[in-house]
């Protein structure tokens, strides 16, 4: 593991349990010498990633700054504001922009629906992997190595029943996803929630992530559901091609 990987590793270490952290701390969770300990800190406080206060170190200004980039900026966002705009316009149902990094997929947009009741997961959320259709879309579209490699690290941790037990029925049920282009879950995340989820593509076909119609059942199933699965799919297909676009 190169020293910037291991410097990166300390901003995983900040939770809600965990928003500030003294070098102790990192020296006892990473396994890492305080001689580098501190110098990691130092290095991500120069660059304003951390900040010192009296208690330890907190995340810095400088995300702050890379967050209104990122929102502004981001070519994903960027194409799919007309869309999402769409989306929770023509259904009043919220709407859900999601991103695939390492093994997590995180909200990265959320717009609200007109219903009263609130999500429990929004913007800068992570997705349980198997238990969302925004997730499991993603990962119906990973290389059949990847989607091995997440099904081992975490189907110890999660109930699989609603999806398959087994690698052989969980991978069907991946292939499935992919010959259908949209992933629906009921009741999985919220008791009274559904969500339907299709795929974003880089210009390679590579998953990029998700965009999700989410709401109350009852309003959910209000709609047609070839309905919402065409508004969706046809979401995420005009996103794909307008990321695939030279500039």
């Keep these: 593991m190169n020293s910037l990987r291991r410097m990166l590793d300390i901003l995983e270490l900040f939770t809600p349990q965990h928003p500030v952290i003294d070098v102790d701390f990192v020296c006892e969770t990473l396994g890492y010498a305080p001689a580098s300990a501190y110098r990691y800190v130092r290095e991500l406080s120069d660059v304003g990633l951390l900040v010192r206060i009296p208690r330890g170190y907190t995340l810095g200004p400088r995300i702050i700054e890379l967050d209104r980039l990122m929102t502004e900026h981001n070519p994903i966002l ?3 504001r007309e869309w999402i705009a769409h989306l929770a316009s023509e259904t009043g149902l ?3 922009l999601s991103e695939l990094y390492g093994s997590t997929v995180i909200n990265v947009h ?3 629906g007109r219903e009263p009741s609130q999500l429990n997961f929004g913007r800068g959320d992570p997705m349980d992997l198997f238990h969302s259709a925004t997730a499991r879309v993603i990962l119906a579209y990973l290389l059949p190595r990847q989607l091995k490699r997440m099904y081992e690290t975490h189907a ?3 109930d699989l029943e609603h999806i398959g037990p087994t690698w052989k029925a969980f991978s069907k049920a991946m292939l499935q996803i992919r010959k259908q282009g949209y992933c629906i879950s009921r009741g999985e995340l919220d008791a009274d929630k559904s969500g339907l989820a299709a795929p974003i593509f880089d210009e390679k076909k590579r ?3 998700s965009i999700t119609l989410v709401g109350g059942t009852e309003r ?3 709609f047609n ?3 919402l699965i065409g508004l969706v799919t046809r979401a995420a297909a005009e996103i794909t091609e307008r990321i695939s676009q030279p500039q």
């Design 78 to 80: 960027v194409e799919s």
């Design 94 to 96: 919220h709407v859900l």
């Design 110 to 112: 959320q717009t609200p």
């Design 156 to 158: 110890e941790d999660a």
């Design 207 to 209: 998953v990029l992530g």
């Design 220 to 222: 959910f199933d209000a």
């Design 225 to 227: 559901q070839d309905y």
